[in-house]
């Protein structure tokens, strides 16, 4: 394999018009070293790491095996002395005998909706207005917004899953198929807080969403940790709740409202917010725990630039223990993601190796982050308190879930026209005579699910290498997120040496041409990294 890709690379370079690909090393996948990597992997993957979950003894034995590994490498600590960045976390757990009423009708937890908050609070109570708000979008660059000419204050919104764009197969409206990060649940109950409401529940529709009623009901009603601010959380929406389609069409019903009807009109413009007349009652109690869980990472210091960091990184965490068919069983995560951070490693290994022949300019971080499954938590903590300021760091490179079967002759990319990474994983991807390929399912936004998106909120350009299961028909029904997510000898492995090389490319790169790729599209990245204090790209600096 090693052999294989080096022909492709002399080949490629000869009819690469791109100058500056000849200065970059070729050789990265060649020094990988597989057996390392496999090691990483197999031993992160354990039963004896009881599948990673955060705040477990799975955290603790993945901390120490992660900060051993970056000490016997020779990398320095990321964070001043330590390699380890404590993340203070709310283990928030709802007690599940609630019920919601509106108007008349009660609605059963878990069967009609569900119902949480992140607002460090023992209780919260709800008795107020109900408003259905479309989609609950507030999109100036596309001329939209739901919110116009209602006053949703202390009151409860009701609003569609995903963006216009979706049902109407336009690709002109909003961006057609392709969910924009106005369809996210993250998004809805961010805008909701901004325009002041109380709660929030969206309506549930398995296309829409991505996933079924099952993934909400067991995300809703879990403990769940997040990260705590220094207002305890009371600017997030109060309530962020969920509604399955038969539960909206029930309570709308209930106030003389069609819900297809609606939904038709809130997929056009000029759409206005309808008030149900109806109050719904609710009340949220919590247990709360405080604990700090760890983010992880080491650094290869610069010889030239050292505050300027190109940073690679993979979440550590997995979902740990589960019950499937009523068995208590280990959810390893194999591939998700022992097998991201079994990367981060080797490349760190192949890196430090390769700074001793010739240093690099800037500074290198390999990082491994915590509670990505349970909301992208220690990477948003490690963005708004990077080690330096956000503004320089270059880049974010996110491996969640790598190809560990063989090698393919493209490289899989997410969101399209969104940084000027995109035309370095171009480059090198052609230079490994591979093309990029569109996200083959842009409606379920996994530009928004995994760590990197975290970093793109903060300005830093980020870019997410992500396979998860893409050569493996199987994976994603049977394996994903599942106990079959395992570590398996006859993985072949080549697909994570085209893939690391394809990365490590990208830094060494970065490393040495002083350039600050910068974002494509008008967007809030664009404009976090503006404020930041960096300019978008080299070109506009
Ligand atoms: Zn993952």
New binding site residues.
Partial sequence: MNSMIKTLFLSSALLCKFASLAATPTDIGNSINLDNYRQDVKTLASDEFEGRAPLSVGETKTVAYLVEQFREMGLQPAFGDSYIQPVPLAKITASQDMSLSVGDTTFTNGEDFVARTERITEQLTLDNEVVFVGYGINAPEYHWNDYAGVDVKGKTVIVLVNDPGFTSGDKSFFNGQAMTYYGRWTYKYEEAARQGAKAVFIVHETMAAGYGWGVVKAGGTTAKYTLVDNNNNLSKVGVMGWLTLRAAEKMLAASGLDYRQLKTQAGKPGFTAIGLQQRAKLTLRNTIEHKASQNVAAILPGSEAQDEWVALHA?WDGLGKGTENGQQVILNGAV??AS?VAGVLELARVFKQKAKATPFKRTLMFGAFTA??TGLIGAEHFAKHPPVPAKDIVAFLNI??MNVNDATPYTLQYGENVSELEDYVARGAKSQGRFVKPDPRPQNGLFFR?DHFAAARQGIPSYLFMS?GDTDPQFIASRYHKSGDDYFDSWSLGGVVQDLDLIGQIMAELANNGDWPGWKADSSFKEARIASGRGNSSTED
């Fill in positions: 979440h998700d993601n991201g990505e499954e969640d879930g995994s998860l």
